[in-house]
């Protein structure tokens, strides 16, 4: 069974600085795609950024410049290391993966995903 686990929430001040881990332990496929989502309270997930087998990265408008998508394949861990943070930023972020049949030009939206983490909350204050 495919398990994701995230780590590395937290609180921080406007402007700081945090990096999220998701621990995947899915069989690599020839096409997986791993993804970072958030959901602010009263709002709908929504995707962030998402990577692929080829290190291809794609990116939500509002995080592009900020935040960065990686993976370690070694250690199958998934980062998204997140700069400039800002209020709205602050929501609970989750770890997504699909391990075969996921269209990376539909990275960002949540139906391509089977399997996802728990969370981690992130809250930025002003």
């Known amino acids: 069974q495919v398990q994701l686990e995230e780590s590395g929430g937290g609180s921080v001040q406007s402007g700081g600085s945090l990096r999220l881990n998701c621990v995947h332990s899915?069989?690599?496929?020839?096409?997986?795609?791993l993804a970072w989502f958030r959901q602010a309270p009263g709002k709908e997930r929504e995707g962030v950024a998402a990577?692929?087998?080829?290190?291809?990265?794609h990116y939500a408008q509002s995080v592009k410049g900020r935040f960065t998508i990686s993976e370690d394949n070694a250690k199958s861990l998934l980062y998204l290391q997140m700069n400039g943070l800002k209020p709205e930023d602050t929501a609970m972020y989750y770890c997504?993966?699909?391990?075969?049949?996921?269209?990376?030009?539909?990275?960002?939206?949540?139906?391509?995903?089977?399997?996802w983490g728990q969370g981690t909350q992130v809250t930025v204050s002003s």
């Open positions: 997504a993966a699909d391990y075969g049949g996921a269209r990376f030009n539909h990275a960002l939206e949540e139906s391509e995903y089977s399997y």
């Open positions: 990577f692929d087998l080829h290190g291809g990265t």
């Open positions: 899915g069989k690599r496929t020839t096409s997986y795609v």
